[in-house]
């Protein structure tokens, strides 16, 4: 299936609970969204999204990943969808960076080959291991009574994992946390995640504060190194996040860190053709997995449904559905039930159907 065309579109994701706030002032309202639509020659399309989280979360960032598929769009022309190694292999050799946008492309590459041979996403990445999985709702920093409010909402609906923003003071971080397991109970998973904003000092304080309740610590510091400090000197057990773009870094987490689990987002590593790389090492390593990215819509959402219901038996942690708390919706995504569980589509691709007059017109093109 040669790709004949190359569109990009744009459009705005609205965070739905006014501001989505993380550590050292990282605040969105809104994010713009990038999303790739392939065009094969018998005129199937596949559909990739792209959402970068501001530009001081990950050296991603909307306008340069823009820029980036003005240069790989006529790299991957002509090329095989079905063959999605071979297009990675083409957008590399084009160009270093650019992961989310080349996320958006393997995406789109995966949901052209699913539909062209019939199958599932979840199926092409690996099989349908498990037909349920536990959804988590970031819960933005706040207050700690804002914080405990927002939980007990959402534990009302039914949600039971949830990833609590921390990582300022560690002191006023360790009453977020405490006021948050006042509503919460053990089928519940908390994760107290610092988004890399503690130094090693601030993240032991917090640790100790935090040291008598059952949570999980996800990415306390910025580099691997000082997770791994951390980690030594807590029994808090630890996921590592954005200090893991590769399998040699994953490894290291494993062994020098002793991280138990690693937070996996497409989009930070050049999309799902690595990501289930990473997911699968990890497996092997004995760790749990998180399915995540950095922010998005419907077609983000989809894409983590097929990776979390593929992803090894016993090393699915939980998944985040971004779509539970963005809009608009421009397909109609998987949704989290009243159980707090999801479940990937099992039509072809992605399985999502996208409201293209949503999106309006294509800010760029490339054509065979």
Same mark, same amino acid.
Request: hydrophobic share 40%; aromatic share 6%; with cysteine.
């Given at each position: 299936?040669?790709?004949?065309?190359?569109?990009?579109?744009?459009?705005?994701?609205?965070?739905?609970?006014?501001?989505?706030?993380?550590?050292?002032?990282?605040?969105?309202?809104?994010?713009?969204?990038?999303?790739?639509?392939?065009?094969?020659?018998?005129?199937?399309?596949?559909?990739?999204?792209?959402?970068?989280?501001?530009?001081?979360?990950?050296?991603?960032?909307?306008?340069?990943?823009?820029?980036?598929?003005?240069?790989?769009?006529?790299?991957?022309?002509?090329?095989?969808?079905?063959?999605?190694?071979?297009?990675?292999?083409?957008?590399?050799?084009?160009?270093?960076?650019?992961?989310?946008?080349?996320?958006?492309?393997?995406?789109?590459?995966?949901?052209?080959?699913?539909?062209?041979?019939?199958?599932?996403?979840?199926?092409?990445?690996?099989?349908?291991?498990?037909?349920?999985?536990?959804?988590?709702?970031?819960?933005?920093?706040?207050?700690?009574?804002?914080?405990?409010?927002?939980?007990?909402?959402?534990?009302?609906?039914?949600?039971?994992?949830?990833?609590?923003?921390?990582?300022?003071?560690?002191?006023?971080?360790?009453?977020?946390?405490?006021?948050?397991?006042?509503?919460?109970?053990?089928?519940?998973?908390?994760?107290?995640?610092?988004?890399?904003?503690?130094?090693?000092?601030?993240?032991?304080?917090?640790?100790?504060?935090?040291?008598?309740?059952?949570?999980?610590?996800?990415?306390?510091?910025?580099?691997?190194?000082?997770?791994?400090?951390?980690?030594?000197?807590?029994?808090?057990?630890?996921?590592?996040?954005?200090?893991?773009?590769?399998?040699?870094?994953?490894?290291?987490? *494993?062994?020098?860190?002793?991280? +138990?689990?690693?937070?996996?987002? &497409? #989009?930070?590593?050049?999309?799902?053709? =690595? /990501?289930?790389?990473?997911?699968?090492?990890?497996?092997?390593?004995?760790?749990?997995?998180?399915?995540?990215?950095?922010?998005?819509?419907?077609?983000?959402?989809?894409?983590?449904?097929?990776?979390?219901?593929?992803?090894?038996?016993?090393?699915?942690?939980?998944?985040?559905?971004?779509?539970?708390?963005?809009?608009?919706?421009?397909?109609?995504?998987?949704? *989290?039930?009243?159980?707090?569980? +999801?479940?990937?589509?099992?039509? &072809? #691709?992605?399985?999502?159907?996208?409201? =293209? /007059?949503?999106?309006?017109?294509?800010?760029?093109?490339?054509?065979?």
């Amino acid at each position: 299936m040669k790709i004949t065309a190359v569109d990009v579109f744009e459009y705005q994701l609205q965070y739905a609970h006014g501001a989505y706030v993380m550590s050292h002032g990282r605040s969105q309202t809104h994010e713009p969204s990038l999303v790739v639509r392939l065009t094969g020659e018998d005129g199937t399309v596949g559909w990739g999204e792209t959402c970068p989280h501001g530009s001081t979360y990950l050296p991603a960032f909307f306008e340069g990943e823009r820029e980036a598929l003005k240069l790989l769009g006529p790299a991957i022309i002509g090329l095989d969808a079905t063959e999605p190694a071979i297009v990675h292999a083409a957008m590399s050799g084009t160009l270093l960076g650019g992961m989310a946008a080349k996320s958006a492309i393997d995406v789109a590459c995966w949901d052209l080959f699913g539909k062209t041979t019939g199958l599932s996403m979840t199926t092409l990445l690996g099989g349908r291991v498990r037909e349920e999985f536990r959804i988590f709702v970031p819960v933005a920093l706040d207050t700690p009574a804002r914080m405990r409010d927002y939980v007990s909402a959402e534990r009302a609906k039914g949600t039971i994992d949830f990833q609590l923003k921390v990582g300022n003071d560690p002191y006023e971080d360790a009453a977020r946390v405490a006021a948050v397991m006042d509503v919460v109970d053990d089928t519940c998973t908390v994760i107290a995640d610092a988004n890399g904003g503690w130094n090693v000092q601030q993240a032991l304080q917090a640790a100790h504060e935090l040291r008598d309740f059952r949570l999980y610590l996800e990415q306390p510091c910025l580099s691997l190194s000082d997770c791994a400090e951390v980690r030594r000197r807590s029994d808090l057990p630890l996921i590592v996040d954005e200090c893991v773009t590769t399998v040699d870094d994953l490894i290291r987490a *494993k062994t020098e860190a002793h991280a +138990g689990g690693v937070n996996i987002k &497409p #989009g930070r590593v050049g999309g799902p053709s =690595a /990501a289930i790389k990473l997911r699968d090492t990890a497996a092997a390593l004995g760790m749990m997995v998180t399915i995540d990215e950095t922010w998005g819509g419907a077609l983000v959402t989809a894409t983590l449904s097929h990776l979390a219901a593929s992803t090894p038996a016993n090393a699915l942690l939980t998944t985040s559905f971004f779509s539970e708390w963005t809009t608009p919706d421009i397909a109609t995504p998987p949704k *989290k039930d009243a159980r707090g569980l +999801g479940q990937s589509p099992t039509g &072809p #691709g992605l399985g999502v159907d996208v409201d =293209a /007059a949503l999106l309006r017109q294509p800010v760029f093109s490339t054509r065979r």
